[in-house]
């Protein structure tokens, strides 16, 4: 493929939205979990809970500040490297955008504060009421977001007028049954995520034989919570795939791997889709499961890419592959999340040190299976930005060069590899510190609008005031 | 409903240019402290509020996204590579202010990102007003200047002058923020560069002037735009009064005068056109129903509760930074 502007900039979209997402899905499952937590703290009164409570509210202090600064460049992404879509789409996302801006910093940056400075200037209540908004704040920036998404999945509710998308009924939009699909996919994801890290680190501190009491609420909390979410997430994720199905027949045939209209249609397991000779190689195939797979039936018909006109096809490996790594994922998440809680209740988790291995080790599942989903949500909408009305190729900026997005992908590749290296390392030392009598956390100078500062004190353990240098 | 967005916008964009400007400015004059204890203080100053800052820019940019697409659009791709650079620099002083603490034998990288990349934000920003001012090449509602359209002499010259004007404002800041040494080299600063941005406001008046850019001719068929700047040379009488008399808050006070005043002059001669002179406000507003269903919710709830929120915070960390004995 040659290197074009519309090629750097779908590529540059692609690095800075998945590097993104990571910390977002991450935090808003941190939030709720917190919440969670707190309400257990007070209705129990454990100090146990206290402090792991303390613990993780650093550490989503420094993953929420890197999901702000990696969220900044995607706010202005849209204008300069989109131009078409965003004069077009403008009147829709634009409002949806700034929903999403203006709730997120009335909730997230005031209560925010309450969390960091509040725990004795505020009743319990209050404080527990603070974790709960926060906890919304993070739900509604993700609902405007996935509102904003599927409407470019699946467009509703708008008329085309003068070349723009003029919204011509909110509720449609807002309401539409592809949103109370998606949404409740995206936040189960995250609260897997959230889940599935607390029990990795809890795990991690039984293995170096530290922590035990906190590591004993981390691993059961984390592992019961995914118990009940991970079968909750492949419900909707068949009902996310019943809506592709349904609206999107190009994208779901990709994903299947399906070329040719079948009757009953089989479900094909493993394969290399090659475009070229519209056909897979090395397939494995079982009968009938496509058909059952996608409507419930033994005999029902479904269409293969070769009925839809060569331009009008999405590329087929990557939503093949990625989809297949989210579900092969989503299993194994499943195994643990299971097998996990029976050992709690016979009693022989913390004996069985291969599974708390195997916990430890799960932590980057969530996040692949999360960026494989979208992968194969975006790359199988292609080649639409708007589904079906707008071509990615006709969306882009029409005069930019080649040379300005080759410098701009080069610049933000590098600069968000470095903050994500220091930010990891960061978070490594926090978790490395671990949660023991980090009761007063709140660091002089931590504010609501800087989460980061949260972790200050504890991560240097009073050598900073020396070099601090006041 | 366009006018209220017409205000949303003036005050995100206002409260923007004054808030992340003092605290870009105390970043450009951060690099050039030599001493630890002074660089640290000067953090000090502005540590807890300017994440809250940048917030409005990036509520100016939905704001103009959702409001007025067609400048988001235009204006956004035609500055595609001086965005970049600022929003890189933004990135760089911002974790800059988090991870220079951790570091010991590295901080220096931190401290030369802080400077670097608020000088680069700031020159931004001067270049886009200035490029504004003289007209982006447009034919037709459309962008026509390639990679390197905005730049020209007069914008790089609005450049220099922005950094200038950030770091007065800066200075002005710190004047009202601290005590003793410090305070006294805010003074100084403001001694230097109040002069300085006057000369630059000068210098680039001249050459709007001399180049007859369209603007000029909005000055002439209407006078009551001579009304800002005569606010602004008030409020730079007062800044030398206050200065003279050493009332501490004076200088920001004016300083911010003289920001509001530029602002005013250049929205007023830009009147009716957002992008001059190509588009107007009427054109580039989105259509009713986008309007109204921010207005119902964001516009009439939130914006009111975000700037409530700014108050409240400006007043928690009110006042003289308290010396660093009692700080712990």
């Given at each position: 493929?040659?290197?074009?502007?519309?090629?750097?900039?779908?590529?540059?979209?692609?690095?800075?939205?998945?590097?993104?997402?990571?910390?977002?899905?991450?935090?808003?499952?941190?939030?709720?979990?917190?919440?969670?937590?707190?309400?257990?703290?007070?209705?129990?009164?454990?100090?146990?809970?206290?402090?792991?409570?303390?613990?993780?509210?650093?550490?989503?202090?420094?993953?929420?500040?890197?999901?702000?600064?990696?969220?900044?460049?995607?706010?202005?992404?849209?204008?300069?490297?989109?131009?078409?879509?965003?004069?077009?789409?403008?009147?829709?996302?634009?409002?949806?955008?700034?929903?999403?801006?203006?709730?997120?910093?009335?909730?997230e940056?005031?209560?925010?504060?309450?969390?960091?400075?509040?725990?004795?200037r505020?009743?319990?209540?209050?404080?527990?009421?603070?974790?709960?908004?926060?906890?919304?704040?993070?739900?509604?920036?993700?609902?405007?977001?996935?509102?904003?998404?599927?409407?470019?999945?699946?467009?509703v509710?708008?008329?085309?007028?003068?070349?723009?998308?003029?919204?011509?009924?909110?509720?449609?939009?807002?309401?539409?049954?592809?949103?109370?699909?998606?949404?409740?996919?995206?936040?189960?994801a995250s609260?897997?995520?959230?889940?599935?890290?607390?029990?990795a680190?809890?795990?991690?501190?039984?293995?170096?034989?530290?922590?035990?009491a906190?590591?004993?609420?981390?691993?059961?909390?984390?592992?019961?919570?995914?118990?009940?979410?991970?079968?909750?997430?492949?419900?909707f994720?068949?009902?996310?795939g019943?809506?592709?199905?349904?609206?999107?027949?190009?994208?779901?045939?990709?994903?299947?791997?399906?070329?040719?209209?079948?009757?009953?249609?089989?479900?094909?397991?493993?394969?290399?889709p090659?475009?070229?000779?519209?056909?897979?190689?090395?397939?494995?195939?079982?009968?009938?499961?496509g058909?059952?797979?996608?409507?419930?039936?033994?005999?029902?018909?479904?269409?293969?890419?070769?009925?839809?006109?060569?331009?009008?096809?999405?590329?087929?490996?990557?939503?093949?592959?990625?989809?297949?790594?989210?579900?092969?994922?989503?299993?194994?998440?499943?195994?643990?999340?299971?097998?996990?809680?029976?050992?709690?209740?016979?009693?022989?988790?913390?004996?069985?040190?291969?599974?708390?291995?195997?916990?430890?080790?799960?932590?980057?599942?969530?996040?692949?299976?999360?960026?494989?989903?979208?992968?194969?949500?975006?790359?199988?909408?292609?080649?639409?930005t708007?589904?079906?009305?707008l071509?990615?190729?006709?969306?882009?900026?029409?005069?930019?060069?080649?040379?300005?997005?080759?410098?701009?992908?080069?610049?933000?590749?590098?600069?968000?590899?470095?903050?994500?290296?220091?930010?990891?390392?960061?978070?490594?030392?926090?978790?490395?510190?671990?949660?023991?009598?980090?009761?007063?956390?709140?660091?002089?100078?931590?504010?609501?609008?800087?989460?980061?500062?949260?972790?200050?004190?504890p991560?240097?353990?009073?050598?900073?005031?020396?070099?601090?240098?006041? | 409903?366009?006018?209220?967005?017409?205000?949303?916008?003036?005050?995100?964009?206002?409260?923007?240019?004054?808030?992340?400007?003092?605290?870009?400015?105390?970043?450009?004059?951060?690099?050039?402290?030599?001493?630890?204890?002074?660089?640290?203080?000067?953090?000090?100053?502005?540590?807890?509020?300017?994440?809250?800052?940048?917030?409005?820019?990036?509520?100016?940019?939905?704001?103009?996204?959702?409001?007025?697409?067609?400048?988001?659009?235009?204006?956004?791709?035609?500055?595609?590579?001086?965005?970049?650079?600022?929003?890189?620099?933004?990135?760089?002083?911002?974790?800059?202010?988090?991870?220079?603490?951790?570091?010991?034998?590295?901080?220096?990288?931190?401290?030369?990102?802080f400077?670097?990349?608020?000088?680069?934000?700031?020159?931004?920003?001067?270049?886009?007003?200035?490029?504004?001012?003289?007209?982006?090449?447009?034919?037709?509602?459309?962008?026509?200047?390639?990679?390197?359209?905005?730049?020209?002499?007069?914008?790089?010259?609005?450049?220099?002058?922005?950094?200038?004007?950030?770091?007065?404002?800066?200075a002005?800041?710190?004047?009202?923020?601290?005590?003793g040494?410090?305070?006294?080299?805010?003074?100084?600063?403001?001694?230097?560069?109040?002069?300085g941005?006057?000369?630059?406001?000068?210098?680039?008046?001249?050459?709007?002037?001399?180049?007859?850019?369209?603007?000029?001719?909005?000055?002439?068929?209407?006078?009551?735009?001579?009304?800002?700047?005569?606010?602004?040379?008030?409020?730079?009488?007062l800044?030398?009064?206050?200065?003279?008399?050493?009332?501490?808050?004076?200088p920001?006070?004016?300083?911010?005068?003289?920001?509001?005043?530029?602002?005013?002059?250049?929205?007023?001669?830009?009147?009716?056109?957002?992008?001059?002179?190509?588009?107007?406000?009427?054109?580039?507003?989105?259509?009713?129903?986008?309007?109204?269903?921010?207005?119902?919710?964001?516009?009439?709830?939130?914006f009111?509760?975000?700037?409530?929120?700014?108050?409240?915070?400006?007043?928690?960390?009110?006042?003289?930074?308290?010396?660093?004995?009692?700080?712990?």
């Open positions: 493929m040659e290197l074009s502007a519309l090629l750097l900039s779908r590529l540059q979209f692609a690095f800075t939205v998945s590097f993104h997402i990571i910390f977002p899905s991450f935090t808003i499952g941190l939030a709720v979990w917190l919440t969670a937590l707190e309400a257990v703290y007070q209705g129990t009164g454990r100090p146990v809970f206290r402090r792991v409570f303390e613990f993780w509210l650093k550490i989503f202090g420094v993953a929420f500040g890197l999901g702000v600064v990696s969220g900044i460049v995607l706010a202005f992404q849209f204008g300069t490297n989109w131009s078409v879509l965003s004069r077009m789409s403008g009147p829709i996302q634009g409002p949806l955008l700034t929903y999403e801006t203006f709730t997120a910093f009335a909730l940056a005031s209560f925010f504060g309450v969390l960091v400075f509040g725990r004795r505020v009743p319990p209540w209050l404080y527990l009421f603070s974790t709960a908004m926060v906890a919304l704040g993070t739900t509604f920036s993700a609902f405007w977001i996935m509102v904003n998404n599927s409407w470019m999945q699946v467009p509710g708008y008329s085309l007028e003068n070349g723009a998308f003029v919204p011509k009924d909110w509720a449609a939009i807002i309401f539409s049954p592809v949103v109370w699909v998606r949404f409740p996919h995206m936040l189960l609260f897997i995520t959230g889940a599935f890290c607390v029990a680190t809890g795990a991690w501190y039984f293995l170096r034989k530290e922590f035990e906190e590591a004993r609420v981390m691993l059961r909390m984390g592992l019961f919570l995914a118990a009940l979410f991970v079968p909750a997430q492949l419900l994720g068949h009902l996310t019943d809506y592709v199905h349904k609206y999107q027949p190009a994208k779901f045939a990709a994903i299947e791997g399906r070329w040719e209209t079948e009757q009953p249609a089989g479900e094909v397991v493993i394969a290399w090659n475009s070229k000779k519209e056909a897979n190689d090395f397939e494995i195939k079982i009968p009938f499961l058909s059952l797979i996608a409507s419930m039936s033994f005999d029902s018909k479904e269409v293969g890419l070769k009925d839809f006109p060569v331009h009008e096809r999405p590329p087929v490996v990557i939503p093949f592959f990625s989809f297949r790594i989210m579900v092969g994922c989503g299993l194994a998440m499943l195994a643990l999340a299971w097998l996990g809680p029976y050992l709690i209740w016979k009693g022989r988790l913390e004996q069985s040190r291969w599974l708390l291995w195997l916990i430890f080790l799960s932590f980057p599942l969530p996040f692949i299976a999360t960026l494989t989903g979208w992968f194969t949500a975006e790359v199988g909408r292609q080649p639409w708007v589904y079906g009305v071509r990615t190729a006709d969306a882009a900026t029409p005069f930019l060069t080649t040379r300005a997005v080759a410098i701009s992908l080069v610049l933000y590749f590098v600069l968000y590899s470095f903050i994500f290296l220091f930010g990891v390392f960061y978070i490594y030392r926090l978790l490395q510190a671990g949660p023991a009598g980090a009761l007063v956390t709140a660091s002089h100078d931590a504010t609501p609008s800087r989460p980061m500062s949260v972790a200050k004190t991560l240097v353990n009073g050598q900073a005031q020396e070099a601090r240098g006041d | 409903m366009i006018s209220f967005w017409v205000a949303v916008l003036s005050v995100s964009i206002l409260l923007y240019v004054l808030l992340d400007g003092f605290d870009l400015g105390i970043g450009i004059i951060f690099g050039f402290m030599p001493t630890e204890a002074r660089r640290a203080s000067l953090l000090q100053a502005i540590e807890p509020l300017w994440d809250g800052n940048e917030t409005w820019l990036v509520v100016t940019g939905v704001v103009l996204w959702g409001a007025f697409p067609i400048v988001y659009a235009t204006l956004l791709s035609a500055f595609y590579l001086p965005l970049l650079a600022m929003l890189g620099g933004l990135i760089l002083r911002g974790v800059a202010f988090e991870f220079r603490d951790k570091a010991e034998r590295l901080r220096w990288i931190w401290d030369a990102g400077a670097l990349g608020s000088l680069v934000a700031a020159f931004v920003q001067g270049v886009a007003v200035g490029a504004l001012v003289e007209g982006l090449p447009m034919s037709d509602g459309q962008y026509v200047g390639g990679d390197f359209g905005w730049a020209s002499p007069f914008a790089l010259l609005c450049g220099v002058g922005l950094c200038v004007g950030y770091a007065l404002l800066g002005a800041w710190l004047a009202y923020k601290c005590e040494e410090l305070k006294d080299t805010a003074y100084r600063l403001i001694r230097f560069l109040a002069p941005l006057l000369f630059f406001l000068v210098v680039v008046f001249a050459f709007a002037l001399n180049k007859n850019f369209a603007v000029m001719e909005r000055w002439l068929t209407r006078p009551i735009l001579f009304l800002f700047p005569m606010v602004g040379v008030s409020a730079g009488a800044l030398g009064a206050s200065v003279k008399q050493r009332w501490d808050a004076g920001f006070i004016t300083v911010a005068i003289i920001f509001v005043s530029a602002f005013g002059t250049l929205a007023l001669s830009f009147w009716p056109y957002m992008i001059p002179f190509s588009i107007t406000i009427d054109q580039a507003a989105a259509p009713r129903e986008s309007l109204s269903f921010m207005f119902w919710g964001a516009g009439l709830f939130v009111p509760l975000m700037l409530v929120y700014v108050v409240f915070n400006y007043r928690v960390f009110r006042g003289k930074n308290r010396p660093s004995a009692d700080h712990y």
